[in-house]
């Protein structure tokens, strides 16, 4: 699923806010930018507000059609005037709105620009693909499931692949992977402003499988509340330069990684068949639903299963009303060897739990193909239970 850039041109601090949140309740992955994006590229839509001096709004208007031709540009009146309607069509808007912004009518817009967007990158490039992996509690195995999916997506398509630490305070990617980074995620929101792509390489460290690394943050109280917006304007640049954006995102609530829901096309939640873990899930999937990020980008991942469950999958699939989509064997000693020598369970062994990371990013990267396969085995096997009986 394209990510969705939109920027807001007003000097109202509550008019952009008000339009942020309907961006973001608008079920799509979207970036939401103060005014121009930082690197001159253009915006999928604008948002102008022509309230005040109409004149004023109606000539951004002009220059944003001029200078961006594909842009889908939203005007916001005070009032719905025929004249100034007509204006601000002539002037190159797309849409108008009376203020304040209908939601559904505003979010169905929103929607229709998402979609044309898919549909001209359907011919061209593949999309990039952002994955943020969330755990249910600390300790869930967030971090190990997240780095061994990013490696084989690396190791599997010889795409571009970033692995994003996200977790404020001693993110451990770096270390699980045996890399010691000389930057961070701290480096690269500090330095929006001349975050190109030249200068985003110079702040990745790579991993022999080909996978590139934006290490965690060493200060325990960052990323914070302050850095949302520039994390928000830090995946737009990824979205950009990588193909597949990896994101650790721990399991704490805070502003940052709910830029990065909001930035993701899927949402991995990773628990525990214990009640801890399934509480806190159900919590997660509840404040997801809330924060209007799309309920339906959510996957839920067992790990460290086994034969005896504390609590049956089953359970735990009409507690949090979704369906299990992967389920990661308990295997303590095989994980602990891999971690302690930082090396990812694919390239270290041809144990179960490497397998079933295989199978995992195989079904993210040709989700129809492994489903087609897994239907064509089953077929086999209702054909052999039949000539058998």
């Known amino acids: ?3 969705l850039t939109v920027s807001t041109i007003s000097h109202d601090d509550e008019f952009r806010r008000e339009i942020a949140r309907l961006l973001r309740a608008c079920g799509v992955p979207v970036s939401v930018i103060d005014g121009k994006p930082t690197d001159d590229s253009a915006p999928d839509a604008a948002i102008v507000d022509v309230r005040g ?24 009146a005070q009032a719905t005037d025929p004249e100034l309607i007509l204006q601000a069509m002539r002037a190159g808007a797309n849409e108008f709105f009376m203020w304040p912004v209908p939601d559904e009518s505003f979010q169905g817009a929103v929607r229709r620009t998402h979609t044309r967007k898919q549909s001209a990158q359907a011919s061209a490039k593949p ?34 692949t970033v692995i994003v630490d996200l977790k404020p305070g001693f993110g451990e990617v770096a270390l699980f992977l045996g890399v010691r980074p000389r930057f961070t995620v701290l480096d690269a929101l500090e330095n929006l402003h001349r975050l190109d792509r030249d200068f985003l390489r110079e702040l990745l460290s790579k991993h022999k499988s080909g996978l590139e690394i934006l290490a965690g943050s060493e200060q325990f109280e960052r990323p914070g509340a302050q850095d949302s917006g520039a994390v928000e304007e830090l995946f737009r640049v990824l979205g950009k330069s990588h193909d597949y954006v990896v994101v650790d995102a721990g399991n704490q609530v805070t502003s940052s990684s709910i830029a990065s829901l909001y930035a993701a096309d899927s949402i991995f939640v990773v628990a525990n068949p214990d009640v801890p873990s399934v509480r806190n899930a159900q919590r997660l999937v509840e404040k997801v639903r809330q924060l209007g990020v799309g309920g339906e980008r959510i996957r839920v991942l067992l790990n460290r299963a086994s034969d005896q469950h504390m609590i049956a999958p089953k359970q735990i699939e009409t507690a949090l009303g979704y369906g299990i989509q ?22 270290t062994n041809n144990s179960e739990i490497a397998s079933q990371f295989d199978s995992f990013t195989r079904h993210i990267i040709s989700p129809g193909e492994v489903a087609d396969k897994a239907a064509v085995e089953k077929r086999r096997a209702v054909f052999s239970f039949s000539f058998l009986g």
């Open 127 to 160: 999309p990039s693909a952002t994955l943020v992996f969330f755990g249910a509690k600390g300790g869930a195995g967030t971090t190990t499931v997240a780095v061994n999916c990013a490696v084989e997506l690396a190791r599997l398509t010889k795409r571009q």
């Open 53 to 76: 001096e109409a004149a004023s709004g109606l000539a951004a208007i002009e220059r944003l059609r001029s200078a961006h031709q594909t842009t889908a540009i939203f005007a916001v």
């Open 1 to 3: 699923m394209a990510q």
């Open 326 to 347: 992967h389920t990661f064997p308990s295997d303590y000693k095989t994980v602990s060897t891999a971690l302690n020598s930082g090396v990812p369970l694919s390239l």
